[in-house]
């Protein structure tokens, strides 16, 4: 006999005209939120459960659902005629694909919170490269501490083993909880299904052991600080035949005596005499590339940038280059003789203006 009188789109908080899809997105929410093995020993989450059950085994079988909506739960009543929805032993209508994707699988055969293989840990490290460094890129040897597989047992942790007579080697064990049969990982040997007879030496039945390596680390040109290079696979070793974690390397660029770097851009102060300045004429500009020869124009102010394009640092995803920017910095020799004082009377008398109010 059916388990409630309420209307079963009601109790699953949709429309007459629900979708299949939304029948099932439905039901998953309430099955989160009214499961018995969720809610021990509550009456009502049971009553709940059952009544939203009962309707979606009803609902997402199209075949009853057309009988309901055409002639309400007469048709499911004994005697009516038509196989409908059983509460004795909790028939799921084709519920059980839901209860597995929530709970990890129900019923028999089915796995619950099983032991997996497990990938491995992380590993991160720092490592300082030069700007040169960063412009061009470069490969560099860095060395870490990190646990691989044992190489004797192969990272089974025993050098004999045998099949779990608890579990006769399956790794899993059934329980009854609620109105479900589990499937839960044995605790005689933790899911692997084996016993160890005998721990290995090497590692002490671990699975893994510390290993130091020097390992060759490529940089990529336009490196900066804060960026990070992953390995794949050089991390912590895995458990159950997981894989290895990886390797995480931060960089930190350090500061350079001639060149300032503001994101992919290059800033370096280029120093001319107070004749360069007032003439101009051909200079030498340092770039991370080398020297280059620049014109600079007559009657320069000091503190003027002149841009030297794609001369900066290449972006690390696309390559392109920024730029350099030479800033003019007028240097004033410390010594003079009377002659060049007397010259530099004479550039005085050149401006036209007073430059100091």
């Known amino acids: 006999m059916a388990t409630t009188a309420r209307d079963y789109y009601e109790i699953l908080g949709i429309k007459k005209d629900a979708s299949q899809d939304e029948i099932k997105k439905a039901f998953r929410r309430l099955a989160r939120k009214h499961h018995p093995d969720l809610n021990p020993g509550d009456k009502a989450a049971e009553q709940k459960f059952k009544e939203m059950n009962e309707a979606y085994g009803v609902l997402s079988d199209q075949k009853k659902r057309a009988e309901y909506d055409q002639f309400g739960k007469t048709s499911f009543e004994p005697g009516a005629g038509f196989e409908g929805f059983q509460t004795h032993g909790f028939d799921f209508g084709g519920s059980g694909d839901i209860f597995s994707d929530l709970f990890g699988g129900f019923g028999d055969g089915a796995r619950f919170h099983e032991e997996a293989p497990l990938k491995g840990h992380d590993i991160e490290a720092r490592l300082d490269i030069s700007l040169e460094e ?16 044992c190489k004797s047992c192969g990272g089974a942790g025993a050098e004999t083993s045998k099949s779990c007579s608890s579990c006769r080697g399956t790794g899993s064990i059934q329980q009854k909880r609620g109105f479900f049969n589990l499937n839960q990982p044995c605790p005689s040997c933790k899911g692997s299904g ?164």
């Open 134 to 149: 960063a412009y061009k890129g470069v490969t560099k040897p860095i060395t870490l501490t990190r646990e691989v597989p």
């Open 194 to 357: 084996r016993i160890i007879t005998k721990v290995c030496s090497a590692c002490r039945g671990n699975g893994s052991t510390v290993s130091n390596e020097s390992i060759k680390v490529k940089i990529p040109p336009g490196a900066y600080t804060g960026s990070r290079v992953r390995l794949k696979g050089i991390g912590g070793a895995g458990t159950k035949g997981g894989p290895a974690g990886n390797l995480y390397i931060e960089l930190a660029v350090r500061p350079h005596p001639v060149f300032k770097r503001e994101g992919n851009d290059i800033y370096v102060e280029v120093p001319v005499t107070v004749g360069e300045a007032i003439l101009g004429g051909k200079i030498r500009v340092p770039t991370l590339d080398g020297n280059v020869t620049m014109t600079l124009p007559a009657g320069t102010d000091s503190g003027r940038k002149f841009k030297l394009k794609g001369k900066g640092v290449p972006a690390m995803k696309t390559g392109v280059k920024g730029d350099e920017f030479a800033v003019i910095k007028i240097v004033v020799p410390k010594t003079t003789s009377v002659k060049t004082k007397e010259a530099l009377k004479e550039v005085e008398k050149a401006y036209e203006e007073k430059h100091r109010s």
